[in-house]
C-alpha cells in the first residue's frame, strides 16, 4: 500500500487500520512499543504529537515504511510563445 500523506488525521488512521490488519490490540502493540494503551489510543487519534523516533517505532512495529521524496511538479509547460 502506498499513501500520500497531506494531513496527520490520516496518519492516525493508518496507524490504526494497520493495527488491526495485523491483528494487535492497541495494548498488544502498546506493550511493544513500553508504552501505555491510552497513550498509543491517544496516538491514533491525534497522530500530531508523535516524535519521529515513535512514528519510526510504530512503522517498524507495523511492517511500513517512510519514504521522502520530492513532489512530483503538477506545473504544466507553458504553451506560450515569447
Same mark, same amino acid.
Do not use: Y
Given at each position: 500500500?502506498?499513501?500520500?500523506l497531506?494531513?496527520?488525521a490520516?496518519?492516525?488512521?493508518?496507524?490504526?487500520?494497520?493495527?488491526?490488519? #495485523?491483528?494487535?490490540?492497541q495494548? #498488544?502493540? #502498546? #506493550?511493544k512499543?513500553a508504552?501505555s494503551?491510552?497513550r498509543?489510543s491517544?496516538?491514533?487519534?491525534?497522530p500530531g504529537t508523535?516524535?519521529?523516533?515513535?512514528l519510526?517505532?510504530?512503522?517498524?512495529?507495523l511492517?511500513?515504511e517512510?519514504?521522502?521524496?520530492?513532489?512530483?511538479?503538477t506545473r504544466?509547460?507553458?504553451?506560450?510563445?515569447?
Amino acid at each position: 500500500m502506498e499513501q500520500v500523506l497531506t494531513h496527520s488525521a490520516q496518519l492516525g488512521q493508518i496507524l490504526a487500520t494497520r493495527r488491526r490488519a #495485523a491483528k494487535l490490540s492497541q495494548r #498488544a502493540l #502498546a #506493550a511493544k512499543l513500553a508504552i501505555s494503551q491510552n497513550r498509543l489510543s491517544e496516538i491514533e487519534a491525534n497522530p500530531g504529537t508523535l516524535t519521529v523516533d515513535r512514528l519510526l517505532g510504530l512503522a517498524n512495529l507495523l511492517g511500513l515504511e517512510l519514504i521522502i521524496q520530492d513532489r512530483p511538479s503538477t506545473r504544466r509547460p507553458s504553451k506560450t510563445e515569447w
